[in-house]
């Protein structure tokens, strides 16, 4: 089982969807991404580590696709 979290910019905050992948013998399967919004990184970051650790998994992949503005 893989598990995967995704950060994208929302107005306010972040949005983070977390997606469960699974490896079988004759094909892989994806569930449909669990989406919720919060305040600060450090939030989705705890919410996706709880859910892993739910799942007694020990890692937990990242993909942050949002971007860095300058000022």
Known sequence: MKLTLILDAAPIGVRASLIEE???VTR???????????????QALA??????S???LKQLFLSDNRKQTSQ
């Open 47 to 52: 919410w996706g580590r709880a859910f892993a």
């Open 22 to 24: 699974w490896d079988e």
């Open 54 to 56: 739910r799942r007694g």
């Open 28 to 42: 892989a399967t994806k569930m449909e991404p669990r989406v919720r919004l919060f305040e600060t990184e450090e």
